[in-house]
């Protein structure tokens, strides 16, 4: 089993600045990937970006690129998301993921919104 605590969500204005953090306790000696999703009113979830373990590769959703960035701290089992620039259009609950071999976990979101 794994835990995740998000935090970090709130209200911004259009241009303005967040920073998510999602903490992992648990089993979190096999994890493959952390990763941020976002789901918008009546949208799917959709992923924002992604960080995978071993060799620390990122991908990013093109809605994101070069305003987000993602990052991990192994010390601290912690996945961050740096959100820059940001838009009325990132207005969601924003969703830590980790995964481990042949299961995912959830955070319960936290609530990000940019509004004027």
């Known amino acids: 089993q794994v835990q995740l605590v998000e935090s970090g969500g709130g209200l911004v204005q259009p241009g303005g600045s967040l920073r998510l953090s999602c903490v992992a306790s648990?089993?979190?000696?096999?994890?493959?990937?952390m990763g941020w999703y976002r789901q918008a009113p009546g949208n799917q979830r959709e992923l924002v970006a992604v960080?995978?373990?071993?060799?620390?590769?990122?991908t990013y959703a093109d809605s994101v690129k070069g305003r987000f960035t993602i990052s991990r701290d192994n010390a601290k089992n912690t996945v961050y998301l740096q959100m820059n620039n940001l838009e009325p259009e990132d207005t969601a609950v924003y969703y830590c993921?980790?995964?481990?071999?042949?299961?995912?976990?959830w955070g319960q979101g936290t609530q990000v919104t940019v509004s004027s």
């Open positions: 993921k980790v995964v481990v071999p042949l299961r995912a976990f």
């Open positions: 960080i995978i373990t071993n060799n620390k590769s990122t």
């Open positions: 648990g089993s979190i000696a096999s994890i493959y990937s």
